[in-house]
């Protein structure tokens, strides 16, 4: 995950993962249980700060193999992830296509792209490969961005768009996996073009 590398972000994120680190293995397992019931029945922001905060006490109780002691029984409307055997909490990213539906546990693919539900796939396929051009104007070659002339133009211009798609995910496309999952997490951001969760409004 991202809060394991050395920038000094990432070292922050360290830092606040120490109070779930100093709790014991109940209480840490109580409190993801607890904080699965909040997710429960909602399409969540990967910046929320309640997303954020439950994925640092998620690494932390994968590699202590939490669900595996079964030391807490999450809500009832989480099936169980073939993956890791922790409650089943997908992550849908623009990657989706490629990668499936991430496990926000053990970051594994948690539901591989041909096996969503299929009125659903077609909408996320065509979603993703709309998205892909225009994501893929922050890795344009110097040959591509000679051919447009004014390459930041170009750029600013797929970051607007950028925003567009992800606020389609959200409001449009992410609620829509609730009526298979208990709840789901989608990114709201684009690293690549500058897109921050701030930039997409719901």
Known sequence: MAFESESPFDSLWQEYARVFRDWDDLTLARWLAQTLGQFAGRAWRSSHPLVGAYLLAAKIAHDRQIWFKRLATPPAAYAESPCCRAPFLPLLTRDVHNAGLICQHCSE???PFDEIPGDLRGEIETWAKNYEPVHAV???DDRQRRRVGNYDDAYENAAKEAENFLHQLGRNLAPKFLETYAAVIWEDQ??????RPEDVPI
């Open 109 to 111: 693919t948690l539901v």
């Open 138 to 140: 922050a890795h344009w």
């Open 190 to 195: 684009d690293e690549c073009l500058e897109v």
